[in-house]
C-alpha cells in the first residue's frame, strides 16, 4: 500500500531526496511537499551569479511546477508548516492538516541576526533565499553605499554582487582575517588584497555596535566609534539550524536536531535531512555531506540498510578572479607539520598540512588547479611519505622531479620567467651571463632582473651557480633569520617601496618561509612596520618580547618591576607619596634610584600590574618605559635654575624633550640627557642623543652608549635655540626609526651609514628635516600615550595579566 | 579523558598565550592560529623561563630568557638544545577551551 510521506522544506537537500525515492520506486510514496518560500526548490548556492547578474532564477531552478506535476508531488508552497504532532502523526500546515506515515523535516536553517539595535530597521537584509536576492538586487539598482557584515562565504560573495551591480561596499569581519574558518591569515590576506583591488573596502577586527536610522538604515556605528553611511546593510554572520518545529514536537534537539545514521530523529518515523541536523556533534552548511544523507535517508524510507557518514569537506569561494579554496583540518592536531610554498609575483600560497605522513589539511590562494588532487589524498588518507618534497608541487611533479633547488632551476626552460617585476625570463639572463654578467649587480645592470622587488634575487644567483659553475660565490648576505634570506636592509627596503602594511603581507610578498615568522624576524617586522607606517599598521604585542608586551621588565624570579616616569628627573613630594604608597600596598620588596634619575619598584607579581599602575595612574605618573626599544630617560642637571656654572634651562628642555619623545618606539633603546654646561654633569656625551648647553646655544652630540662598550659621542651640529634643539632631535630620532636595523642602537648604525650622511640629511638640508621632524610627529599622535593607563584600564587586556583558570583552587576544597 | 572547560578561546590573543594553574604546576596555552590551541609546561627546562611569556610562531614558542625554541606538538626543544617540555590534550568547540583533567592530575570538576 501507498504510504502518505511529509516533507517539510522544498530545498536542496529534500529534493535530493525525492529524486531519490521516485528514482528506486515511484509508487512507494504518496508526497507532500510544504515550503515556505512560495516555490519549489531552486538552487540555493547559485544564488550569488543571480545576485550578480551572471545568471537569472530560471537558471537555478531544479524543480519546476511542471516537474512536481508530472510526478505527482502534492505541493503546498508558500505555506508554514506550524506544528507536528507526533502521537496523532499529523502536520499542521497554515491552511490544513495533513497526516502522514512517516515525515521528513528539511527545514534548513536561518540567518543568524546580531541583535545589536537597529538590526529590525527596513534595508537590513539576510542572505539565504531568493527573495533576499531579489531585495538586494532592488536596492543596488538605487546604488548608494552597501555594509556587508561579516567576512565569511556568503558575506564576500553578498559583497561582490554588490560591487559587480555597482554599490559602494564594505565589508565588516570581527575577526582578524576574511574567512577564519576556511582560510590561514596568508590566503586571507590575498584574499582581501583581491577584493581590495576590485574596490571593496574591507575592515577586519570591526564589531558592530548598532545600525542607525530612524525609518530605515541609514549608517552602521562600530565598536569603535566609527560610524559608515549605508543604504544597504547585509548581515551574513552566519547561520543556526531551523529546530522550532523539533523542539515544539520536543524531539531531541541540540545544536541541529539530533538524528541518527539513518537519519532518524528521536521520534518514529520522523526522520530530519539538511542543514537543520545535528549528527555525531556535527553541523552542515555546504552541500555536499546534505546529498549524503538524502541518499542515505531515502535508503532509509524504502527499507534498505545505508549509513551517513561525515567526510572532509573542501570550500571555495564563487567570487570570480577570487580563486581559493580550502579543505581537511588546521585546527587541534597534535604531531603535524607544515609545507608552504609562496610565490609573491603571481600573489599565489600554498600551505599543506601533514600528519602521520598524512595530509590532512590544504589551504591554497591564487592557484588551486592542484585542489581536487589534494583534497583527494585528505580524503582518501593516502601516505604521502615517498612524495613529500615534492608534494607541493602537486601531481605534475610527482615521479621523480628532484627537490635540489639548483637542478630544478637547471631544469627550467628557457622561457620560464624568472623577474616577475620586469618580465625577464630565464634564457635572458643565461644570454646575459655568457655575455659576461657574472655577479648579481651586472645582471640587474644588464636586465634588470632582480632589480625591483628583490624576492628572485635567489633564483638569478642559482642561475648564476648553474651557468657559471664554481667560477660563481654564492654571496654571504646575512639574512635576518631563518625564515628568510633578506637582509634587514631588503626587508626594510621592501617595506617601503611595495608599501607592505601587514606582518601577513610581509610574509607573502617576500616570500616568508614559515608561516608567521620566529622570535627572531617578527619584533623586527613589528617593528619596521609600525615606525614606516604609523597611521595604517597597529603594534602587535604578541610580536614583542615579554618587557615590551607587559610594559615591566620581567625579573629572574618571575616578578616584575615598575618604573615611572620622572620627567628629566623632576618629582614632587605628592609623586613620592604615591610611590610610597603603592609599595606599601603591594608588598614591594625593593625601591632602588636608577641610573636614568627615577625610582625602581622592584619584585612587583605580574598579577598586580595593572592596579598598581592605575594606582599610580591617579597620582599623575606614568609609564617611564624602562623596559622598551624607545625612549627611556632625559637625564638633566640643574641647570641655570641652581647652578652657578649653568648656561641655560637644562632641566626645562630635558623635560620638553622627554615630553616631546616619550613612548615612542626606536630599533633599540634611546637613552638622552642634558647638561647645563660642558663640566657636563648629566653625562650627555655617552647617550644616543646628548645636548650640551653653552653660552650661544646647544651642542646637539650623537652615538654615545656607556654599556659593554664605552663610547662617546659624536658632535652632530650646534644651534641657537631650544626650538631648534627640538626640531633637529625630533629629526634625528625619525631617521634612526627610518633606517636602522632593528636593535642596532644609533651608534651601531651611525658606523654603518657614516655620520656625514647623517649631517647631509639633517643638519645641511632643513626641510628634510622639517619633513621628518613632521613624520615624527605623526607617528606621535598615535604612540604618546601611556600604555599602563591603556592596560590599567581596558578589562580584557587588565584580564591577561591573570591566569585563564585555576584549576587547584577547587582541589582544596 | 575528562574534558575540563577553561575558558574561551577568544580570551588568548592570537599568537599569544595564558597560563592555567594545575595540580601539576602551571600550564601554559599557546593560540597558534585562528582556531588552534596547544598546552604545554610553563617551564623552560633551561632556567625555569616562563614559556607563555615567549613568543609564539608557527607551532613553537621561543622562551623568553634565554631564546631555546620547542616544538608545541612534541614538547622537543629544537636545534641543538636539548629539553622537553609535558604537552597535553587540549581541544575547541564551538570557541570553548577543553583540557583533558587526567592529563594534569584533576577529575572533571562538573
Ligand atoms: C547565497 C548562498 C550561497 C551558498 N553557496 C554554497 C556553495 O557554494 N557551496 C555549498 O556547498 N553550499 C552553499 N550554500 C549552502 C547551501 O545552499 C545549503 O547548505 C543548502 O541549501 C541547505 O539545504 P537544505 O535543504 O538543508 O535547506 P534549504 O535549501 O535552506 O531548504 C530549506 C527550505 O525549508 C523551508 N522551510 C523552513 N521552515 C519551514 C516551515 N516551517 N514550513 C515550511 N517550509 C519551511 C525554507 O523556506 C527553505 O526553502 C550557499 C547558501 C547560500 C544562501
Ligand atoms: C636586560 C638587561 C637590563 C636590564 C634589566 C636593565 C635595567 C636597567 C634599569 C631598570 C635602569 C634604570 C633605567 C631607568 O631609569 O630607566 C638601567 C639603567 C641603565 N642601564 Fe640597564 N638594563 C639592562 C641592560 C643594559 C645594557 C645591555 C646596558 C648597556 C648597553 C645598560 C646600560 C644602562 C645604563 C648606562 C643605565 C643608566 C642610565 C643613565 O644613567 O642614564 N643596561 N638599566
Ligand atoms: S653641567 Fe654645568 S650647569 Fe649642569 S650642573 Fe653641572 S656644572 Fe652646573
Ligand atoms: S630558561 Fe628558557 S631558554 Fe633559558
Redesign the interface.
Known amino acids: 500500500m501507498t504510504q502518505k510521506l511529509v516533507i517539510i522544506g522544498a530545498g536542496m537537500a529534500s529534493g535530493r531526496v525525492i529524486e531519490h525515492l521516485l528514482d528506486a520506486d515511484p509508487s512507494a510514496y504518496d508526497i507532500t511537499l510544504f515550503n515556505a518560500e512560495p516555490r519549489g526548490n531552486y538552487n540555493r548556492i547559485m544564488l550569488s551569479p543571480v545576485l550578480s547578474g551572471e545568471k537569472t532564477y530560471e537558471e537555478i531552478v531544479t524543480h519546476s511546477d511542471a516537474w512536481y506535476a508530472e510526478h505527482g508531488v502534492t505541493c503546498r508552497f508558500g505555506e508554514h508548516v506550524v506544528k507536528i504532532d507526533p502521537e496523532m502523526k499529523v502536520v499542521e500546515g497554515e491552511n490544513g492538516h495533513v497526516p502522514y506515515d512517516k515525515l521528513v523535516i528539511a527545514t534548513g536553517s536561518a540567518p543568524f541576526i546580531i541583535p545589536v539595535p537597529g538590526h529590525d530597521l527596513p534595508g537590513v537584509i539576510s542572505y539565504r533565499d531568493l527573495d533576499d536576492t531579489n531585495a538586494m538586487i532592488e536596492a543596488a539598482a538605487k546604488g548608494g553605499k552597501a555594509v556587508v557584515i561579516g567576512g565569511g562565504l556568503l558575506g564576500l560573495e553578498a559583497a561582490a554582487g554588490l560591487k559587480e551591480r555597482g554599490m559602494d561596499v564594505t565589508v565588516l569581519h570581527l ?3 576574511l574567512m ?2 576556511q582560510l ?2 596568508a590566503a586571507g590576506y590575498l584574499l582581501r588584497k583581491d577584493l581590495e583591488v576590485r574596490g571593496i573596502t574591507v575592515k577586519t577586527q570591526a564589531a558592530t555596535k548598532a545600525i542607525l536610522g530612524e525609518d530605515r538604515a541609514r549608517a552602521v556605528l562600530l565598536e569603535s566609534g566609527e560610524t559608515l553611511g549605508a543604504d544597504l546593510v547585509v548581515m551574513a554572520v552566519g547561520i543556526r539550524p531551523e529546530t522550532r518545529l523539533a523542539t515544539d514536537a520536543h524531539l531531541d534537539v541540540a545544536r541541529g536536531i539530533e538524528v541518527n545514521a539513518q537519519m532518524q530523529t528521536s521520534a518514529p518515523d520522523i526522520y530530519a535531512v539538511g542543514e537543520c541536523v545535528e549528527f555525531d556533534g556535527h553541523l552542515f552548511g555546504l552541500v555536499a555531506p546534505l546529498y549524503d544523507q538524502a541518499k542515505v535517508l531515502a535508503d532509509s524510507l524504502l527499507g534498505q540498510p545505508n549509513a551517513f557518514v561525515v567526510k572532509e569537506l573542501a570550500t571555495k569561494l564563487k567570487v570570480t578572479g577570487c580563486d581559493l579554496f580550502s579543505a581537511g583540518d ?3 592536531s ?3 607539520e ?1 609545507i608552504v610554498f609562496r610565490d609573491p609575483a603571481r600573489g599565489i600560497y600554498k600551505r599543506l598540512v601533514i600528519e602521520d605522513d598524512r595530509l590532512i589539511g590544504a589551504v591554497m590562494y591564487g592557484d588551486t588547479a592542484d585542489g581536487s588532487w589534494f583534497f583527494g589524498l585528505i580524503k582518501d588518507g593516502t601516505d604521502i611519505e615517498d612524495m613529500r618534497e615534492t608534494l607541493i608541487f602537486g601531481p605534475a611533479f610527482q615521479g621523480g622531479a628532484s627537490a635540489d633547488p639548483l637542478s630544478a632551476v637547471a631544469a627550467l626552460p628557457p622561457e620560464a620567467e624568472i623577474c616577475g617585476c620586469n618580465g625577464v625570463c630565464k634564457s635572458q639572463i643565461t644570454s646575459a651571463i655568457e655575455s659576461g654578467a657574472t655577479d648579481l649587480g651586472a645582471i640587474r645592470a644588464t636586465t634588470k632582473a632582480s632589480a625591483s622587488c628583490g624576492t628572485c634575487t635567489g633564483l638569478v644567483e642559482q642561475l648564476l651557480q648553474v651557468t657559471l659553475g664554481d667560477d660563481f660565490q654564492m654571496p654571504q648576505a646575512q639574512p635576518v633569520c631563518g625564515c628568510t634570506d633578506l637582509s634587514h636592509e631588503d626587508v626594510r627596503r621592501l617595506i617601503k617601496s611595495q608599501e607592505l602594511k601587514s606582518q601577513a603581507a610581509v610574509w607573502q610578498e617576500l616570500g616568508w618561509t ?6 627572531v624576524c ?2 623586527a617586522v613589528n617593528y619596521y612596520l609600525l615606525a614606516d607606517w604609523p597611521l595604517e599598521y597597529r603594534d ?7 618587557n615590551e ?2 610594559h615591566a621588565n ?1 625579573q629572574k624570579d ?1 616578578t616584575f618591576s615598575v618604573v615611572p616616569r620622572m620627567w628629566g628627573g623632576i618629582t614632587t613630594p605628592d609623586e613620592l607619596r604615591a610611590i610610597a604608597d603603592a609599595a606599601d600596598k603591594y608588598d614591594v620588596p625593593t625601591v632602588k634610584v636608577t641610573g636614568g634619575q627615577r625610582i625602581d619598584l622592584l619584585g612587583v607579581r605580574g598579577e598586580d600590574l595593572p592596579a598598581m599602575w592605575a594606582d599610580l595612574n591617579r597620582a599623575g605618573l606614568v609609564s617611564g618605559h624602562a623596559y622598551s626599544k624607545g625612549l627611556r630617560t632625559v637625564k638633566t642637571c640643574v641647570g641655570t635654575d641652581h647652578c652657578r656654572f649653568g648656561t641655560q634651562d637644562s632641566t626645562g628642555l630635558g623635560i620638553k624633550l622627554e615630553k616631546h619623545l616619550w613612548g615612542s618606539w626606536t630599533p633599540h633603546k634611546l637613552k638622552l640627557a642634558v647638561s647645563g654646561c660642558p663640566r657636563n654633569c648629566a653625562e650627555a656625551t655617552c647617550k644616543d642623543i646628548g645636548v650640551v648647553c653653552v653660552d650661544s646655544g646647544y651642542e646637539i652630540h650623537v652615538g654615545g652608549a656607556a654599556g659593554m662598550e664605552i663610547k662617546g659621542t659624536e658632535l652632530l651640529c650646534k644651534v641657537a635655540t631650544e626650538e631648534e634643539a627640538i626640531e633637529v632631535i625630533s629629526a634625528m630620532t625619525q631617521i634612526y626609526r627610518e633606517n636602522a636595523r632593528y636593535l642596532d642602537r644609533i651608534y651601531k648604525w651611525l658606523a654603518r651609514v657614516g655620520l656625514d650622511w647623517v649631517k647631509e640629511q639633517i643638519v645641511d638640508d632643513t626641510e628634510n628635516r622639517r619633513a621628518l621632524a613632521e613624520r615624527f610627529e605623526l607617528s606621535q599622535s598615535v604612540y604618546r600615550k601611556d600604555p599602563w593607563a591603556e592596560h590599567a584600564q581596558d578589562s580584557a587586556t587588565r ?2 595579566y591573570a ?9 582544596a576544597e | 579523558m575528562s574534558w575540563i572547560d577553561i575558558g574561551h578561546i577568544e580570551d588568548i590573543p592570537l599568537h599569544g598565550a595564558r597560563v592555567v594553574k594545575t595540580p601539576v604546576g602551571c600550564v601554559a596555552l599557546f593560540r597558534t592560529g585562528a582556531a588552534e590551541v596547544f598546552a604545554a609546561d610553563d617551564r623552560c627546562p633551561h632556567k625555569g623561563g616562563p614559556l607563555s611569556e615567549g613568543i609564539v610562531h608557527g607551532q613553537s614558542v621561543t622562551c623568553p630568557l634565554h631564546n631555546w625554541v620547542f616544538d608545541l606538538n612534541t614538547g622537543q626543544a629544537q636545534g641543538a638544545d636539548e629539553g622537553r617540555i609535558g604537552t597535553y590534550p587540549v581541544r575547541v568547540e564551538s570557541g570553548r577551551l577543553l583540557i583533558d583533567g587526567d592529563a594534569i592530575g584533576k577529575r572533571s570538576a562538573a
Open positions: 575577526m582578524g582575517h577564519e574558518r590561514d591569515e588546521f585546527a587541534e597534535e604531531t603535524r607544515d614559515t608561516p608567521n615568522g620566529c622570535h617578527r619584533p602587535d604585542p604578541q610580536s614583542r618580547f615579554v608586551r607587559k620581567i618571575g584580564a591577561q591566569p585563564l583558570a585555576n584549576l587547584t583552587l577547587e582541589a
